[in-house]
């Protein structure tokens, strides 16, 4: 029989609509055929980056999907998982959702409040509710040094720069720091050995959503699985102050990937005219995996609140999309990029 197919996984941060990932893993954590050997993740990505190496430390792809089926239904406040096709048969559609909770009187105060008042207003009485979620994550599995290998990012306040937390780095608060967003809550303050003082940390989603260099170590394959959960592209433009602003995040949050996506492409095209030699820089290949159609029709509301129904509706997304992705492209993985970035930026 042959070896599984090492590949790299690069997830994205978006809040709520990490569910989407949660499918796409789900799916892929089924495949005999598919090995994930290293992992970078930001926010909602660094989480279901936690949740999977710690099931495959405790005990393989089904302890993996396992731990990812607690973290989503934690996250939704779920208690059976089994419910999952049940809600997604039985509720409405997703854009009537996301409509109707972004026009609820509970988010539009939180969205008021949060516009309006600094977290630092309310002092230590605000906290971000993933944190009861995070402790209970099994981190001497996550920061072992079986594979897969985890990288978690997170934007340093002072400087701007992305910093990437790995091995014994990765602890809640890293993990929560990855997810920070700072109109909702304070900045995550971690003590820092190489510059001797304590680091403010915010989202990772500003400066790496999700970094891909640290994907580019020798020992790790050459192909690189983007799960991509922000819209690269929306045909509409936005006109009201809520979708407006979810175009904003978008954009910022798209950005850096969009960045490193072109320097890989540049890379590329110097290994094959030559200009650069081969083996003398890694010829990276990238694959992706997203439903900008479903997301076209979320909002910033399902991305702040994690509704049941929405969770279960990313989750079905997310392993469908997979699913068509195994069905096309397993031949290509190891062999040759399946997302064209020239086209990309053409």
Same mark, same amino acid.
């Given at each position: ?8 996984? $690069? ?20 495949? #005999? ?27 393989? #792809? ?29 509720? #409405? ?15 539009? @105060?939180?969205?008021?409040? %949060? ?12 906290? &971000? ?17 079986? @594979? ?29 720091? %990855? ?29 790496? &959503? ?10 790790? #394959? ?20 809520? %979708? ?10 798209? %950005? ?39 997301? &076209?029709?979320?909002?910033? $509301? ?40 020239? $086209?990309?930026?053409?």
């Amino acid at each position: 029989m042959a070896s599984p197919k090492r590949i790299n996984l $690069a997830l994205q941060g978006g809040g709520a609509h990490g569910a989407f990932t949660w499918g796409v893993l789900d799916r892929l954590l089924e495949c #005999p055929d598919i090995e994930i050997a290293g992992i970078s993740g930001t926010s909602a990505g660094a989480l279901n980056g936690a949740a999977l190496k710690a099931g495959m430390v405790q005990g393989g #792809p089904e302890e993996a999907r396992a731990n990812l089926d607690w973290l989503w239904t934690e996250v939704g406040g779920i208690r059976d998982s089994s419910v999952n096709d049940w809600i997604v048969a039985s509720s #409405p559609a997703a854009a009537v959702w996301a409509k109707l909770l972004e026009v609820s009187p509970a988010y539009k @105060a939180f969205d008021m409040t %949060s516009r309006m008042l600094s977290p630092y207003v309310f002092g230590e009485a605000i906290k &971000n509710p993933l944190e009861r979620i995070v402790r209970h994550i099994r981190f001497e599995d996550v920061c072992s040094d079986a @594979a897969p290998a985890l990288y978690i990012g997170a934007t340093n306040v002072r400087s701007g720069k992305i910093k990437v937390f790995s091995g014994d780095e990765i602890g809640p608060e890293a993990i929560m720091a %990855s997810a920070c967003l700072p109109t909702l809550f304070q900045a995550v303050e971690i003590d820092d050995p190489a510059t001797g003082r304590r680091e403010a940390y915010w989202d990772g989603g500003y400066s790496g &959503n999700p970094a891909l260099f640290p994907l580019f170590e020798p020992d790790l #394959p050459d192909d690189i699985l983007v799960v991509n959960i922000n819209p690269l592209y929306r045909d509409a433009v936005p006109d009201d102050v809520q %979708s407006i602003q979810n175009r904003i995040n978008e954009i910022s949050f798209n %950005s850096s990937l969009l960045r490193e996506l072109r320097a890989i492409d540049f890379v590329q095209r110097l290994i094959v005219d030559g200009t650069v030699p081969k083996g003398a820089m890694k010829q990276v290949l990238v694959h992706m995996i997203a439903d900008d159609d479903l997301m &076209n029709t979320l909002n910033v $509301a399902t991305k702040t609140i994690p509704t049941p129904v929405i969770l279960a509706k990313l989750k079905t997304a997310g392993r469908d999309r997979a699913d068509a992705f195994l069905d096309a492209h397993l031949g290509d993985v190891n062999t040759r990029s399946t997302v064209d970035l020239r $086209a990309m930026f053409a």
